[in-house]
C-alpha cells in the first residue's frame, strides 16, 4: 500500500497544499511548530475517519475557517484509489473513488495504515482503555466491521446507563434492564470474540521481534482478560449469569459492571506486568514489538503492508532499537513517513521534505 500524493485545505496550519511522496522513506523535517505532525494526522484522518490527537473536528479546522478538505491518492495491490474526507456544518461525507459513503465502516480499511508516535507508550503505562483502543483501532482496519459492533455495543451501553440512573419504580427498570442486557451479551461477545482472536495473533508476532530487540534475554507475552474470568470460552459461557448476578448491585450503584468495555489486554515483560515493571526502553521495545507485529499481521491478512507513520519517533528510541527499526523498514519496502526535526545520517537514503509555516519544499 503507498500514498501517491495528499491534498490539505484549511486543515490545522494548511490552506492549501499538496504533497506528492515517494516510495520507500519520506522524511518531513522542519523545526517545532511548523506543520508536520499536522501532515501525519491528515494522512491518518483520511484513512481512519479519527484523529489520534483530539476527538472533534472543529479542532482540526484551519483558524477562522468552516469547513475542510482531504484528499488522497493511493495505490493497493497495484490499483489506484483516491479517497476524499470533506468537513462542513459539523458533518463529514467520505468517499472512495468519488463515491459517497453511507457509514464510517465502508470507508475504514481501504488502505490500512500504522501509526507510531512516542504518546504510545501510554499504551504500556495508561489505563485500560488505552489497549482496548490500541485492539480496537486495529480490529477495524482488518475487519471492517467492528465498527459498528463497537458503535452499537456502546449504544446498547449508553441507554442502559441512562436506564440505571432514571427515577424509575426498581420493579420497572428490572424489565427494561434485561432486554439492553440481552443486546449488550450479544453484541458483547462478538466484541470479545475479535479482541481476543488479535490478542492470539499478536501474541505470536510481537514476542518474537521483542527476543530480538531483547537479544533473546527477554519474552513478551499478550494476552486478553475478558470479563474478570480465566479465558475467553469461560467469559463467554458466564456472560449471561454475571450480568444476572450484578444486576441488583448495577441499579444500587447506578453503573455498568459488566462488559467488555472493562476488559484490559495485559502486557507482560518476563511474566510481570509491564507497566509495573518495565524500564522506559523496555517499554518503547514492548511498543515497537507491537507496532511491527501490527505491520506483519496487515501484510499475512492483505497480502502487503501498510502504510507507515512514525511522528518523531526516532528521536526518543536509543540506537540500537532505531537502528532495528530502520533496518526491518528498509528490508521489507515499507513506504514510511517520518517526522523529524533534524537530518540523522542513518535516513540519507530518504526522500526529504523541508517543512516550514504551512509550506513543503522537497530537498532531493
Not at 523545526?31 to 494522512?43: A, H, M
Not at 440505571?164 to 461477545?189: P, R, V
Not at 474470568?229 to 459488566?258: C, D, G, H, W, Y
Request: overall charge positive; charged content about 25%; some cysteine.
Amino acid at each position: 500500500m503507498m500514498i501517491n500524493k495528499i491534498c490539505l485545505q484549511n486543515f490545522r496550519n494548511y490552506e492549501d497544499e499538496t504533497i506528492k511522496f515517494m516510495p520507500g522513506t519520506n522524511i518531513l523535517i522542519g523545526d517545532n511548530g511548523q506543520g508536520k505532525t499536522n501532515i501525519i494526522e491528515g494522512i491518518y484522518y483520511l484513512l481512519t475517519g479519527k484523529s489520534y490527537r483530539v476527538h472533534r473536528e472543529q479542532e482540526l479546522l484551519r483558524w477562522d475557517q468552516s469547513e475542510f478538505h482531504l484528499y488522497g491518492d493511493f495505490l493497493m495491490n497495484n490499483h489506484k484509489l483516491s479517497l476524499e474526507s470533506h468537513y462542513k456544518n459539523r458533518k463529514k461525507i467520505v468517499k472512495i473513488n468519488q463515491v459517497s459513503c453511507q457509514r464510517l465502516s465502508d470507508f475504514v480499511g481501504t488502505i490500512n495504515v500504522i501509526f507510531f508516535s512516542p504518546d504510545d507508550l501510554v499504551m504500556i503505562k495508561g489505563g485500560p482503555s488505552e489497549r482496548r483502543r490500541f485492539l480496537d483501532l486495529h480490529i477495524a482496519q482488518m475487519r471492517p466491521g467492528h465498527v459498528s459492533l463497537l458503535n452499537a455495543y456502546n449504544k446498547a451501553i449508553h441507554q442502559k446507563s441512562a436506564l440505571l440512573k432514571a427515577y424509575t419504580e426498581k420493579h420497572q427498570k428490572y424489565a427494561q434492564i434485561q432486554l439492553w442486557n440481552e443486546q449488550i451479551i450479544d453484541l458483547g461477545t462478538k466484541i470479545i470474540r475479535n479482541r481476543a482472536d488479535l490478542s492470539k495473533r499478536l501474541q505470536d508476532a510481537a514476542n518474537g521481534i521483542y527476543k530480538n530487540l531483547s537479544s533473546q534475554k527477554e519474552t513478551l507475552q499478550i494476552f486478553y482478560s475478558a470479563l474478570g474470568q480465566k479465558s475467553v470460552t469461560e467469559a463467554i459461557s458466564e456472560f449471561p449469569r454475571l450480568m444476572n448476578e450484578k444486576l441488583e448491585q448495577e441499579i444500587e450503584r447506578q453503573i455498568i459492571l459488566v462488559g467488555p468495555h472493562r476488559d484490559d489486554l495485559h502486557i507482560l515483560l518476563n511474566d510481570r506486568p509491564g507497566r509495573l515493571y518495565a524500564s522506559q526502553g523496555q517499554q518503547r521495545s514492548l511498543v515497537l514489538s507491537l507496532k511491527l507485529a501490527e505491520l506483519e499481521l496487515i501484510r499475512q491478512e492483505k497480502g502487503e503492508y501498510p502504510l507507515l507513520l512514525l511522528d518523531d519517533v526516532l528521536s526518543e528510541l536509543d540506537r540500537f532499537r532505531r537502528d532495528y527499526l530502520i533496518k526491518f523498514i528498509e528490508s521489507s519496502h515499507i513506504q514510511t513517513l517520518i517526522t523529524m526535526t533534524s537530518a540523522d545520517k542513518h535516513l540519507d537514503l530518504g526522500t526529504r521534505f523541508h517543512v516550514k509555516q504551512g509550506h513543503i519544499r522537497r530537498e532531493n
